[in-house]
């Protein structure tokens, strides 16, 4: 047997003896996020730590555990708190969560994250949609013998973030008078912030955002074939661009600040999704 796999059965397993909720959206929450949660009709809650071999995240801040509850009447999953890979998960682990809410049932996939601005004209504290990603700078999770039961060995991968639920965050973030940039989100491993000189590779490599999640995840979620939208707050201008020197403190002051308009966005939006 496929010991991924394996893992991924008996965490399904445990979790589906605890709780009965079947979502239809799974929101993975980024920094700054981290209590959008709180604002939400929960119905269950599930830390982590009670779901058998599942990984657990050691960043602080980062609460780790799934509310399942209702954004108005659209059923969620809500991921509050990522594992990365930087944290010296196999990169197999850090995809677990996104699997196991597929299986649950949720066939939509919102992401969230925090990243570094590269593109033109982007400013600390922009929203940006999240149209293609370069995730080529961590392993595929999709290495190792093929989970025939997910997916197919050879994906397509044309268009990983879907045009309908694009169109979907843009018409929100309009009505909402929320400026929503657009671009594309570059994975790198971290835990480091970039050299100028990787913001420059990044750039010209065609990213906007640079950030240390988020890509992998989609790889994931597009080989089961769900539908896919992400949204990166854009916390700092990426190094070399920001005059001054990062540190995680801004990053997550500016998340922090951001936050309300984000989570505005995020709940109009899956309002939406869930008439379509
Ligand atoms: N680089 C990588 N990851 C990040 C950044 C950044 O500048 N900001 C927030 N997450």
Same mark, same amino acid.
């Given at each position: ?213 988020? =890509?992998?995840? =989609? ?58």
């Amino acid at each position: 047997m496929n010991p991924v796999y394996d893992k991924l059965m008996k965490c399904y397993e445990s979790l589906k003896e605890k709780i009965h909720f079947r979502p239809e959206v799974a929101l993975v929450l980024g920094s700054g996020l981290g209590d959008y949660a709180d604002g939400i009709q929960v119905e269950e809650v599930l830390d982590y730590s009670q779901i058998e071999g599942f990984p657990v995240s050691t960043v602080p801040g980062h609460k780790g555990r799934f509310v399942f509850g209702y954004v108005q009447d659209v059923p969620v999953v809500i991921m509050q708190g990522r594992v990365h890979y930087y944290e010296g998960y196999e990169i197999s682990d850090v995809v677990l969560p996104i699997r196991l809410m597929k299986l649950m049932g949720a066939e939509t996939l919102f992401l969230t994250n925090a990243a570094g601005g590269i593109g033109e004209g982007f400013q600390a504290g922009d929203l940006m949609l999240i149209t293609g990603q370069i995730a080529n700078f961590v392993p595929s999770p999709l290495i190792g013998p093929n989970m025939d039961e997910l997916g197919v060995r050879f994906p397509d991968m044309s268009e990983i973030y879907d045009e309908d639920l694009r169109t979907v965050i843009r018409g929100a973030a309009k009505d909402l008078e929320i400026l929503l940039r657009e671009g594309v989100y570059i994975q790198l491993t971290g835990p480091n912030y970039e050299s100028p000189q990787e913001v420059q590779m990044c750039k010209i490599l065609g990213a906007d955002a640079v950030g240390m999640s988020t =890509a992998c995840e =989609a790889v994931a979620a597009n080989h089961m074939g769900m539908k896919i939208c992400g949204i990166s707050c854009i916390s700092n201008l990426a190094c070399g661009i920001a005059e001054h020197p990062l540190s995680h403190k801004e990053v997550q002051e500016t998340a922090d600040r951001v936050a309300p308009l984000f989570k505005q966005l995020v709940t109009e939006s899956i309002v939406r999704i869930g008439k379509l």
